[in-house]
């Protein structure tokens, strides 16, 4: 979508260090927080548990 992790942190209210960590799959994260991070990026939770596209 273009966002850096930081500028995801920033409108999700995370820190960058764990949109990092989140997107690394080195950290856990809670269903609201998924919610949140679905939320900011306008895509449904599921989106988020999908395997990138490769291009």
């Given at each position: ?5 930081e ?49």
């Open positions: 979508m273009g966002l850096s992790q500028k995801l942190a920033e409108m999700a209210g995370f820190h960058r260090t764990y949109v990092s960590q989140v997107e690394r799959r080195v950290a856990n994260t809670t269903a609201d927080n998924i919610q949140r991070l679905a939320e900011v990026l306008s895509v449904p939770v599921s989106r988020l548990f999908q395997q990138p596209v490769n291009k």
